[in-house]
């Protein structure tokens, strides 16, 4: 094999571990009843700051933080949800 082509394979190994490590958000794909559904149509247009993501976010954060998660960044996180509900 050639010595080019190892030191390519781990310059990508190393680019992809990077895009891994720096990387802040995961998609996520989940059925829900029809009636959460509507209920958070009707919250998203009633609050034009608030969309889709921002709202499951915050609902997951909710339920990781109440059932005792201590990973400081879902603190965080519910806790400026609960404090921006102000201006919302």
Same mark, same amino acid.
């Given at each position: 094999?050639? =010595?080019?082509?190892? /030191? ?8 992809? @571990?990077?895009?891994?490590?720096? +990387? ?13 559904? =509507?209920?958070?149509? /009707? ?8 969309? @889709?993501?921002?709202?499951?976010? +915050? ?30």
């Amino acid at each position: 094999m050639d =010595r080019n082509h190892l /030191e390519r394979c781990v310059e990508i190994n190393d680019a992809c @571990q990077l895009v891994e490590a720096t +990387s802040s958000y995961v998609s996520l794909e989940a059925e829900i009843p029809e009636v959460l559904y =509507r209920g958070m149509k /009707e919250f998203i247009g009633s609050h034009p700051n608030w969309d @889709q993501y921002r709202v499951m976010s +915050s609902a997951i954060a909710h339920f990781l933080f109440q059932n005792g998660c201590g990973d400081r960044a879902v603190t965080e996180r519910y806790l400026n949800d609960l404090f921006s509900h102000a201006e919302a």
